[in-house]
């Protein structure tokens, strides 16, 4: 860290533009470093207290009371843990946090797979590369209403065209053979494919960008070795890139742990509750009919421990890089 | 020599074929969303299915002249571009603060950005709507803006101070020598260094706003001030589908994003690629 | 960067912001209109009586228009700010506006239904929205649904006779039924939405069966129920779309209207529907009331007005009675919607017949506005219920629609799964506080 100071932000205007360039430390004040990192910082850190910390906090008070969201303005009744008590003994959340965790690993899984697998392809050379690669950052930018009506469209089992399609190279003997969404595997599968199609771009942006500075001469070392393609990739490629990906991993199941539009806009966490994620039953508790913010409150702090204990792995997976 | 050129045309088939495989996971559905936008309401759910539509612009005619749909668009252009604005500016200096200079606590500061993705939205905007009545920010698309804060200034200060944490000292400290104040050297040296990171994060910053549904349909009432993303999901009522005006909107919003995209592709992959990377 | 540049690159910031920023201290005039009715048509309609209103009295009002489920995230987070809109259309929950009551925060609208002529409207309608012996709500509109038919496949079948019992039906789906003609005979809706609730539950009514008994006590395993869960899965499964355990109100209108179905329940709105994608089925679609077990029961659904207590609550009354006592303004509302809803004033009904498509299809629409006695609504089960204030919850957890699924898609037997979803209601009711 460097010891020089800063010079005054405060000072007068004109001097500054008669020597732009004017020896520093001359002003009236001088603020030190830590005065002005502080400064720099304070804007944000107030924007972390009041759009975030207090958030955070209002949804882990309002976990200990009885409280009907049409009352968040009066007050409720103070129950300690009586709400993390229902929640242990309802049945629903555990099947909840079962599908949930289901549903972000698979996601999650499959976006690092695709995404890398893409991201392979698109830094080999070939015709037209530049605009493959903006193309397939489409499904990324489409508003997600959208996302989910078009593939409602194409997974419609009496006029969507994925049966058609099936259809006429006649693998069902009917159009309306296969019902996607309406049996627990099948719908489970559908919305697992609607959300690795929408953000697997992301994955491949972040990977592509590794790849490329990853230097060449080692491929070449490990060619004069004899080190054949296969052993080339798991030596080096996937070593180069295990830290991108598990980083990866990380920020995209904390994304997709929490994402409820997709699914409840898709499935409303049907077939017989196969994909009734943990957002989706904050929903149903705290604001639907239900209106129990208490209770609502109690399932997202249990979901934000959860996802504590994923950044502790996360954080404790980076010292240790930068330790080595 | 004739076994490798053809490994070599074996090889090339075989990425042109991948690519192609690729294309048309990822643009089938584009496809069938611009091509029913194309179409009229009974041929949309028409089977066998209708590939190439002689064209019909009644769901964009009636998107122009029935809904105020060029006035959301317009909405959601300046309150992504203030949110985004707001973001890379308090991003970038908080970032540089957090790599280049001593502040107590800063650590703790540096990882609680990502505590704004561990929290369901849907209980989120509760408690935002009570501290914007405080502020007076209800309705206000200067509002929305700094409720997308919640998402975009943690992004760009993640990816900033990695970005920052690789543009070496020396430089900034040559600058200081040579009579620079820290903030000039922070605008003259390091920040034309970080150029690609910050196009980069503008554009994902903004993107999160643009497709942002939750905050824009709690904090915004008026019609007139509505975003895109609420003011499309009423074409798609759980009652009724509009699917051609659904299809026509979401084309034309994701237009201006792909152009974009399109434009700044380069810097996505460098930008995100120098900062991202270390997480 | 010195103090001017920083001053001048703020001053710019500030300025963009002001640009960009609309604030609303300028209208805090106008009245806040808040609705889930909010198709780009009726939008559309919505600010034209607006626009009246302001000529006639001189008040502005302003629509804030979203999704029916995001009403209650919308009304919460308003009471949140201690802003609450003026005036809520057409949200449909009775139980939620009796709640928003309770609470003291509406206004009590006896004085203007007498004012506007109490025996003009519809009496059960009225009672829907009585709270403690306030009027809480104005129902402006009833929605009924209707078994819509497809004559021409009908004959195809050689039925003379559109079905009036569950016997008629299921015979008459049977012969409809020609999946592999892309044809299927009916649309028992399964998907784990409201529409599901809905219907089953009028089947359920229509058996002898209640979701509650008269002290509000779950009553949903009994021998009715499990009657009614047999024919509604038998339809679902034989007879239904293969993909039936997905829909909601949308699927089964659209499986109508793309000529999938030879029957569907639907409510009004498929009219339009016809019109706008597929004109061809008007001529041979005709609406029967729903195939009825031991009794005629019907699912009443009703948009309503409710007028909250802000300082600007005697001129929201005013917009409420400029809308519901000028018939030609009340008409104008169901314009885009023609025959879904139905005006709740008995002395407006007759003027739907200024409507082209109300008049060049008797045979669809007059099941939809005639009126019948015989409808029940999810908060009075029937005229000896009290009003149900825990239904809502029952509603939002898909306690029958999870019910159903279970039955068609888990294979459990009829009566287990009545019993689970009982247990599952009693378990919810347990929690609600009247």
């Not at chain 1, 053979?177 to 959300?195: C, E, K, R």
């Not at chain 2, 001030?225 to 509009?242: E, G, H, I, K, V």
């Not at chain 3, 809480?136 to 079948?157: H, K, N, S």
């Not at chain 3, 139905?342 to 669809?364: A, G, M, Y």
Request: a neutral charge; proline letters at 5%; aromatic letters at 12%.
């Amino acid at each position: 860290m460097t010891r020089i100071y800063d010079r005054n932000v405060a000072e007068p205007a004109e001097e500054h533009r008669a020597s732009p360039r004017a020896v520093g430390g001359v002003g009236p004040t001088i603020i030190p470093d830590r005065w002005l990192g502080a400064a720099m910082l304070a804007p944000s850190v107030l924007v972390f207290l009041a759009l975030l910390i207090f958030p955070l906090g209002y949804g882990i008070y309002t976990s200990f009371f009885r409280i009907d969201t049409l009352d968040l303005s009066t007050g409720g009744t103070f129950v300690g843990f009586e709400n993390y008590l229902w929640l242990l003994g309802n049945e629903q959340f555990w099947h909840a946090l079962k599908t949930s965790t289901m549903f972000s690993v698979v996601v999650v899984s499959l976006q690092i797979v695709l995404g890398t697998a893409v991201a392979l392809l698109l830094n080999s050379s070939f015709k037209g590369r530049t605009l493959v690669r903006g193309l397939i950052l489409f499904p990324y930018m489409m508003p997600v209403v959208a996302v989910v009506l078009v593939w409602l469209l194409l997974y419609n089992a009496i006029f969507g065209v994925i049966n058609y399609l099936i259809f006429s190279v006649g693998f069902i003997p009917r159009v309306d053979s296969i019902a996607w969404l309406a049996n627990p595997t099948s719908a489970f599968i559908g919305v697992v494919l609607v959300a690795v199609w929408k953000y697997f771009p992301f994955v491949v942006v972040i990977v592509l960008a590794r790849l490329q500075v990853i230097p060449q001469d080692l491929y070449e070392a490990a060619k004069i070795d004899g080190a054949g393609p296969i052993s080339r990739f798991f030596d080096i490629t996937l070593r180069e890139l295990r830290d991108v990906l598990l980083v990866v991993a990380l920020l995209r199941t904390i994304f997709i742990f929490n994402n409820f539009e997709i699914v409840y806009l898709m499935t409303h966490g049907g077939p017989m509750q196969a994909t009734l994620t943990l957002p989706i039953l904050v929903y149903e508790t705290a604001l639907d009919g239900d209106r129990s913010f208490g209770r609502g409150s109690a399932i997202a702090v249990v979901m934000f421990a959860i996802l504590m204990c994923v950044m502790t792995v996360y954080f404790r997976f980076l010292r240790k890089e930068d330790q080595k | 020599m004739i076994s490798l050129s053809m490994r070599k045309r074996f090889t090339s088939v075989r990425t042109y074929l991948l690519v192609a495989l690729l294309l048309m996971f990822v643009g089938f559905p584009l496809y069938w969303m611009l091509m029913s936008s194309l179409k009229n309401s009974s041929d949309i759910v028409r089977l066998p299915p209708v590939w190439w539509p002689l064209p019909t612009w009644e769901h964009y005619d009636e998107l122009f002249s029935v809904t105020k749909f060029g006035r959301w668009f317009l909405n959601s252009l300046i309150v992504c571009s203030m949110s985004t604005v707001i973001a890379v500016f308090l991003g970038v200096i908080g970032a540089y603060s957090l790599v280049r200079l001593k502040v107590p606590g800063k650590e703790v500061l540096a990882r609680s950005v990502l505590l704004a993705y561990m929290f369901p939205g849907v209980l989120l905007v509760i408690p935002l709507v009570l501290v914007f009545s405080h502020l007076g920010l209800i309705n206000s698309q200067f509002g929305l803006s700094l409720a997308y804060l919640t998402f975009a200034l943690p992004f760009v200060m993640w990816v900033m101070r990695d970005f920052f944490g690789s543009v070496p000292v020396d430089l900034e400290e040559a600058a200081m020598i040579d009579g620079a104040s820290r903030l000039e050297a922070l605008r003259d040296v390091v920040i034309p260094q970080a150029y690609p990171g910050i196009i980069a994060t503008s554009i994902f910053a903004f993107l999160f706003a643009w497709n942002e549904y939750l905050f824009s349909a709690i904090l915004v009432r008026d019609h007139d001030l509505m975003t895109l993303p609420p003011a499309m999901a009423n074409f798609a009522s759980a009652m009724d589908t509009r699917w051609g005006l659904v299809m026509a909107a979401s084309t034309v919003a994701t237009l201006p994003m792909a152009m974009a995209f399109a434009f700044l592709q380069k810097y996505l992959v460098t930008g995100i690629g120098a900062g991202g990377v270390k997480g | 960067m010195d103090r001017r540049q920083f001053l001048q690159s703020s001053a710019a910031a500030a300025g963009l912001l002001a640009w960009g920023t609309e604030t609303v201290s300028a209208q805090q005039a106008a009245l806040r209109f808040s609705t889930p009715e909010a198709d780009p048509q009726q939008i559309k309609t919505w600010e034209a009586i607006f626009a009246d209103f302001k000529t006639a009295k001189g008040i502005e009002t302003k629509g804030e228009y979203g999704l029916w489920d995001d009403l209650v995230k919308k009304i919460s987070s308003d009471l949140v700010a201690g802003t609450p809109p003026d005036i809520i259309a057409g949200g449909s929950k009775p139980g939620f506006v009796q709640d928003l009551a309770k609470r003291g925060l509406t206004v009590d609208l006896r004085e203007l239904v007498d004012e506007i002529g109490r025996s003009d409207f519809d009496p059960a309608a009225l009672a829907q929205w009585q709270y403690k012996g306030q009027q809480v709500a104005i129902p402006y509109g009833r929605q009924t649904c209707v078994l819509w038919c497809r004559t021409d496949l009908f004959a195809e079948a050689g039925i003379s006779k559109l079905p009036v019992t569950w016997d008629d039906y299921m015979a008459a789906a049977e012969k409809l039924h020609k999946p592999e003609k892309g044809i299927y005979g009916a649309v028992f809706p399964a998907g784990r939405t409201w529409n599901t609730h809905i219907q089953f539950i009028g089947h359920m009514w229509s058996a002898g069966g209640f979701f509650f008994n008269e002290k509000l006590e779950v009553v949903l395993d009994s021998p009715e129920t499990v009657r009614a869960a047999k024919y509604y899965t038998e339809m679902v499964k034989r007879f239904s779309p293969p993909d039936a355990t997905t829909y909601g109100f949308r699927e089964a209108a659209a499986a109508y209207t793309t000529g999938k179905a030879a029957t569907t329940f639907y409510f009004g709105r498929v009219l339009t529907h016809l019109y706008q994608q597929n004109p061809a089925l008007l001529k041979v679609s005709e609406t029967v009331h729903i195939p009825r077990d031991k009794q005629n029961r019907v699912w009443d659904g009703q948009d309503e007005f409710v007028v909250m207590k802000t300082p600007k609550s005697s001129r929201s009354i005013d917009l409420v009675r400029f809308i519901m006592s000028d018939p030609n303004q009340l008409y104008r509302v169901f314009g885009p919607v023609i025959s879904h809803v139905v005006p709740t004033r008995k002395s407006v009904v007759p003027k739907l017949q200024e409507h082209e498509w109300v008049r060049d299809n008797p045979k669809i629409v007059n099941t939809l506005i005639q009126p019948h006695d015989y409808a029940v609504s999810d908060v009075l089960e029937s005229s000896k219920h009290p009003f149900n204030y825990k239904m809502d919850a029952m509603i939002s957890k898909n306690v029958l629609p999870d019910m159903i699924q279970r039955i068609v898609v888990g294979g459990d037997s009829v009566e287990k799964a009545v019993s689970a979803a009982h247990k599952t209601a009693v378990e919810i009711a347990k929690d609600i506080k009247s």
